[in-house]
């Protein structure tokens, strides 16, 4: 007898996603919805026998930039074979609407590589284009700051006007009137980066009185990490904003074990009442674009505008001088890697050190970059070795910190060197971390992959495997789970991930997409 389950997983190690003792029993589905949970095993339309695996709620994603690729991506395989069942994109101040200067928002996003036809205007249209292409998992959106900010303002390097603030923050409004659930900011990337406190608290106070989640990827994450913590705390607690830290790191020598000291200042933060957490990769490598290195004023007007001023011997040198300080302190320039780029000059170099083709053209690092961002029209995607793991295992120990990847959806194979990240980060920890180092335990990841993002998106119904949350689960051997990218040869799937259910539907089976393709836009 069935009970009218459409679909019963019998013999499961039940992780629930709370963070609880893992318990052995079963897990009934109907209409793509966990309807019980039992310790007896149970009878359905379809049975699943888990033979003893995890059965847990399917991963969060709370940092991901796959608003950019999922679209014409959308079976995700990448994400999928991870156990990912659901992305919070928009993330660093980027996201693909509103779109008022088409090819300004093109040239800003030009380093995510979009796939897009930009033929919206809003969160709702792209939500609507996005839904078409049938996605195999969850998105759900922000709204992103540098966005926002050359719908109205352009890449000019200046305060808005009141008139013009308010016409951002009205924007901001109507994409969570049209189920944006975040907001965020990029204070490394123009024109984002031109914001001054004053204009992110403005926003955030929009986005707080909207209910949304303001995620930030801070000013500064080298000598200046602990003062961005600061303004990043300041701006909640001017607003009330449940703040969201992205990608917590500390980066270059001199900065080695500052993560904890940022860590303890959102403790206090948290005593005082503001709602602060945040999120890790687990790796000691981040990947973002060479022209953030550079000088905020050298970006003023955008790409083009860089170009010109590369182009002009007094300005380049302005710019060099400017590079070879920073490369001198805060960041080592042997560990930048080219990462992705247009077609041109340096394409043979993608997957080098930035101090091998210095060498190469006998020219300094500094120049050897500026020489490169030139020659590839200002879009250079770079992966950069500048962490620590104690670092990252501290964060990854903290229980305010979920885990998150900082990618985007990929195709199984391409060209290129893309961070593994955007492959592996849930089963790194779970392989890794978890069963290899110990950093943590098996129940406390499956936490931070689960309902802790999830209370932070505001997925109500998600994120914990409970009779009357929808049925995207995940199952996998906790004894070979595993990730396979590497910084090397980053375009490998992970392994022991066995099932992945969305929506009680089977979307991924022992290793390979079943071409289920019931995603939703959240």
């Not at 993330?91 to 008022?100: H, I, L």
């Not at 992103?144 to 016409?167: I, K």
């Not at 990490?225 to 001199?254: C, F, N, Q, W, Y």
């Not at 500094?366 to 961002?373: G, K, P, S």
């Amino acid at each position: 007898m069935t009970n009218g389950f459409d679909l019963v997983i019998n013999n499961a190690r039940i992780i629930d996603g709370t963070g609880g003792a893992a318990a052995h029993g079963s897990v009934a589905v109907r209409d793509g919805r966990i309807v019980a949970v039992a310790g007896t095993h149970l009878a359905g339309a379809t049975t699943i026998d888990a033979r003893g695996q995890v059965l847990a709620p399917g991963f969060i994603d709370l940092h991901s930039h796959a608003d950019f690729s999922l679209g014409a991506n959308p079976e995700a395989t990448t994400q999928i074979s991870q156990g990912v069942t659901t992305l919070l994109t928009g993330n660093c101040g980027t996201s693909p609407f509103p779109v008022k200067e088409v090819e300004a928002l093109k040239s800003a996003t030009s380093f995510l590589r979009p796939a897009l036809e930009w033929d919206w205007q809003d969160a709702a249209g792209f939500a609507d284009k996005l839904r078409a292409s049938r996605p195999a998992i969850n998105a759900a959106l922000q709204v992103g700051h540098s966005a926002l900010r050359l719908a109205v303002v352009g890449d000019e390097q200046r305060a808005p006007t009141a008139s013009e603030l308010d016409h951002m923050r009205d924007l901001l409004r109507q994409a969570a009137d049209q189920g944006a659930r975040g907001y965020s900011t990029g204070l490394i990337y123009a024109p984002c980066s031109f914001a001054k406190t004053d204009e992110i608290i403005a926003m955030a106070q929009t986005a707080a009185d909207c209910g949304l989640l303001y995620s930030t990827h801070m000013r500064n994450e080298t000598d200046q990490l602990l003062e961005a913590v600061d303004e990043a705390l300041d701006v909640a607690r001017a607003t009330g904003v449940r703040l969201e830290i992205s990608h917590i790191k500390a980066m270059g020598p001199r900065n080695h074990g500052k993560v904890s000291k940022a860590l303890d200042r959102m403790a206090a933060a948290r005593d005082e009442g503001l709602d602060v957490t945040a999120d890790v990769y687990p790796y000691t490598a981040s990947s973002t674009t060479l022209t953030s290195r550079l000088p905020d004023w050298s970006l003023d007007g955008g790409g083009a505008a860089l170009l010109a001023r590369l182009g002009d011997a007094a300005e380049r040198r302005r710019i060099s001088d400017a590079l070879a300080l920073r490369f001198e302190g805060e960041i080592d320039p042997a560990g930048i890697v080219l990462a992705g780029m247009p077609e041109g000059k340096y394409t043979p170099w993608i997957g080098y050190p930035l101090t091998e083709v210095a060498q190469a053209l006998e020219m300094s690092p500094h120049e050897a970059a500026l020489d490169v961002v030139a020659e590839h029209r200002a879009s250079v995607a770079i992966v950069n070795h500048a962490m620590i793991d104690d670092d990252v295992q501290t964060a990854l120990q903290d229980p305010f910190v979920s885990v998150a990847s900082d990618g985007w959806v990929m195709t199984a194979t391409g060209t290129g060197s893309p961070h593994p990240r955007s492959f592996g980060t849930f089963t790194r920890v779970l392989g890794h971390y978890v069963r290899k180092l110990g950093t943590l335990s098996l129940e406390e990841a499956v936490r931070k992959m689960t309902s802790l993002p999830a209370s932070r998106a505001g997925l109500v119904d998600r994120g914990t495997v409970l009779p009357g949350f929808v049925a995207d689960l995940v199952m996998f051997d906790p004894e070979t789970v595993i990730d396979r990218s590497t910084y090397i040869d980053p375009w490998q799937l992970s392994a022991g991930i066995s099932h992945v259910l969305v929506a009680g539907e089977t979307a991924y089976r022992e290793g390979v997409s079943t071409g289920v393709r019931v995603g939703q836009i959240l």
